[in-house]
């Protein structure tokens, strides 16, 4: 029997109502935007900057209500080939450009769902055919994906998929586990190290230089001048990841020189591993 089918033969897909922002309201049903989908996870109602609509609803917004275990693919922007599920009981408003895919057995959502997901990066190279990405319902109507004759077949599938991402959930635990260990082990080997140790002002012991961050027109990464840094989101155990580099800086630091971070989070430090230069968000 043929295993591959057409989405549009298995599940419906449409896309949502075009809103116009003078109808959001602060009540009423969530309207579910670009914003509320995070790639790989359940779509959620926002807390923060979630809208909602509060009139009558007519016929053709009747047709974007959301219903448990629909699939919503982003068809726009940089987010374009976003994929989430909708699993709350709850109804909602799906607005444009956003897919909605709806199994026709009503019962295969979760396989169609984990399937697409292996569709993101065709999704993408499709949708980067002009200056804005963007794809049409039309295009993933026609997309073939493997789809086996029996459900029972297709739920073992997801059940396979879902026990090996249970394994990985309990793995990151444990890895943030021993990353929070270790910090406490780092913590207790310097405080050791310091306990009996005479106290001076930083400024006294050591000259302070406080970055200055050049037009961001200057960075590059063609490994072009200095390697630069900003602050703690380069930061590692040790020594910061060179990520960007400028050839016009104002502040510079030598190799082996204290880094630390003067902005949220304060206190962060690294060392130096080259001649650098450094942004705002450290002093040397």
């Known amino acids: 029997m043929r295993q591959t089918k057409k989405l549009n033969e298995v599940a419906k897909v449409k896309s949502g109502f075009a809103f116009k922002s003078s109808e959001f309201a602060k009540q009423g049903i969530p309207i579910i935007r670009i914003s509320n989908i995070t790639n790989g996870q359940e779509v959620m109602i926002l807390e923060k900057n979630q809208h909602y609509y509060d009139k009558e609803l007519n016929e053709k917004i009747k047709n974007s209500v959301l219903k448990k275990d629909d699939i919503l693919i982003a068809l726009s922007g940089a987010t374009t080939g976003k994929i989430g599920i909708y699993k709350e009981s709850k109804p909602a408003l799906l607005n444009q450009r956003i897919a909605l895919i709806r199994s026709k057995d009503k019962k295969s959502e979760d396989y169609i769902y984990y399937f697409l997901q292996t569709k993101s990066q065709q999704i993408l190279k499709e949708a980067y055919g002009g200056a804005q990405p963007n794809i049409s319902p039309n295009t993933l109507k026609e997309y073939v994906i493997y789809y086996p004759e029996k459900f029972e077949d ?131």
Request: charged share 35%.
């Open 154 to 284: 297709r739920q073992k599938i997801v059940s396979a998929i879902e026990t090996q991402f249970t394994r990985l959930d309990e793995a990151i635990k444990s890895l943030k586990t021993v990353k929070q260990k270790i910090e406490l082990y780092k913590k207790a080997v310097l405080k050791k190290a310091f306990e009996n140790g005479k106290e001076t002002e930083l400024g006294k012991a050591f000259e302070i230089i406080m970055g200055q961050s050049p037009k961001s027109e200057y960075y590059n990464k063609e490994k072009k001048g200095l390697a630069f840094f900003q602050g703690k989101k380069e930061f590692n155990y040790k020594f910061p990841n060179i990520e960007i580099w400028t050839e016009k800086y104002n502040k510079e630091a030598d190799k082996g020189d204290l880094l630390v971070s003067i902005r949220a989070p304060i206190g962060p430090c690294n060392i130096s591993p080259e001649k650098c230069a450094i942004g705002r968000g450290i002093w040397q």
